[in-house]
């Protein structure tokens, strides 16, 4: 089954300690993409990755980091987590040439730092 | 600076009513518009509107580009309580790697 999947799905932390989250996706896209979702803001991108050791920012990427060592896999990297990281995470993927086209989402990652 | 803004917020409505969100955007060389609906999780595929293909439908469901006036609204007819959910809608650009997303519409379907 076609499907991109994120580990953990609940996580709660407290401030400063690190914490990764994986996300995997096994149909061989290009394009990876991790966003967060917060009441009243929609979707917003924090990192984005075109292939393999191609990344770039998004649009809130402070406080985060990614990296792409395999294509299928781009984990989402809090060296050190704070309060306002709390929020609903995604990481979706889609084929390089159809970005502006249907991206599939993973199932979530709500993440809690206190 | 890109920007998509979808209205309204927040909708109540009782079963077997018409519904009608609407989508609005400001974003520089659009390539494409597209829907989604968000239930407990992650967002579903619903539609992908271009300026070659400004209208589709699926079921109960239905959507329209308006190119001239930058907005797309989502029409879904006699709802039902498994309509209930996030709708979102995001506005991709020629050559940009990312999608543009709203706020969102949250839709609840009273039975």
Sequence with gaps: EAQVTQNPRYLITVTGKKLTVTCSQNMNHEYMSWYRQDPGLGLRQIYYSMNVEVTDKGDVPEGYKVSRKEKRNFPLILESPSPNQTSLYFCASSLAGRVSYEQYFGPGTRLTVT | ?111
Excluded at chain 2, 16 to 33: A, M, P, Q, W
Excluded at chain 2, 64 to 91: F, H, M, P, R, W
Aim: hydrophobic share 35%.
């Design chain 2, 1 to 111: 600076e890109d920007k998509v803004v979808q209205s309204p917020l927040s909708l109540v409505v009782h079963e077997g009513d018409t519904v009608t969100l609407n989508c609005s955007y400001e974003v520089t060389n659009f390539r494409s518009l597209l829907w989604y609906k968000q239930e407990k999780k992650a967002p579903t595929f619903l539609f992908m509107l271009t300026s070659s293909g400004i209208e589709k439908k699926s079921g109960r469901l239905s959507s329209i580009l308006d190119k001239k006036e930058l907005s797309s609204i989502l029409n879904i007819t006699a709802t039902q309580t498994g309509d209930s959910a996030i709708y979102l809608c995001a506005v991709g650009r020629q050559g940009a790697q990312k999608l543009v997303f709203g706020q969102g519409t949250r839709l609840t379907i009273n039975p």
